[in-house]
């Protein structure tokens, strides 16, 4: 009982610890892994188009690149693109996002690892032509980490690097190194990662760049790290596969009438 005590404390001094860091990685008005209230909003039957198909997970279930991503014994990406009719800022597609955060989630509660999800959907007060920098959404992945992880805050030295370099100019730079290669040290530190990227496309990165960076990624993390991507498509990637065949697998799937 007194170790489970002594457990406890520690873990609610270094949520403390890491507490400050929020408001810097998690921008107030941005809300990119609020999933509940995402699941609530897309699931609302008035947003699907009566003419058009619904998604069905067992579409991409069944698919053979899917299973390669979901089987893979080394780091690799998964894009889903695809045309969308929905009345909305929302894919059709989104839907596979959402439903695999929702196997993994289950699949993974037992040992903790939950998967990072983002969604970058514009917010519905914002103009439609305001998206989410590349900078926010690699933030914001940091702090998920940092949350399901406060124990991080006792490596001193890396900690408080972090502290600093959020404080510095180069952390905003449009390239977002500093953010990259705090990511890769910190998803380096876990023998495995799921991370879901709803709407890609929407990020104010260029798509071909941000997936670029992404590859850079799994390629320098000395762990395992799986990345599930939805954008809206057609989106030429034969470059792009050509280059990464080892790490990049593509699903094209449009949205059809009834």
């Not at 045309?83 to 509660?109: F, K």
């Not at 997936?211 to 395992?224: R, T």
Request: proline residues 5%; hydrophobic residues 40%; contains cysteine.
């Amino acid at each position: 009982m007194a170790d489970l005590v002594i457990k406890e404390d520690r873990h609610q001094r270094n949520r403390e610890r890491i507490s400050p860091l929020k408001p810097k990685l998690k921008p107030y008005h941005v809300r990119l892994d609020c999933y509940k209230d995402y699941a609530a909003i897309y699931l609302n039957p008035q947003l699907w188009p009566k003419k058009y198909e619904k998604f069905n997970f067992e579409k991409i279930n069944k698919h053979d690149n899917f299973k390669a991503w979901r089987e893979s014994k080394s780091s690799h990406m998964l894009l889903l693109c695809g045309r969308s009719h929905m009345n909305c800022g929302y894919h059709w597609l989104s839907a596979a996002a959402l439903y695999l955060l929702q196997i993994l989630d289950q699949n993974e509660n037992a040992t903790g690892h939950r998967p990072l999800f983002i969604f970058l959907h514009p917010e519905p007060w914002l103009p439609d032509n305001i998206h989410v920098p590349q900078t926010t959404a690699m933030s914001l992945l940091i702090w998920q980490f940092l949350e399901q992880f406060p124990e991080i805050s006792e490596d001193t030295n890396f900690f408080e690097s972090l502290e600093e370099k959020i404080e510095r100019e180069e952390w905003l730079a449009v390239d977002c190194s500093e953010q990259y290669d705090v990511l890769k040290d910190l998803l380096s530190r876990r023998a495995e990662t799921n991370i879901i990227i709803d709407r890609l496309d929407s990020c104010a990165c260029p798509v071909d760049i941000f997936v670029q960076n992404l590859l850079v990624l799994l390629s320098q993390c000395s762990s395992m790290v799986r990345i599930f991507a939805v954008l809206s498509g057609p989106f030429e990637v034969d470059d792009l596969v050509s280059s990464h065949k080892r790490r990049l697998s593509v699903i094209t799937m449009d949205q059809q009438r009834r």
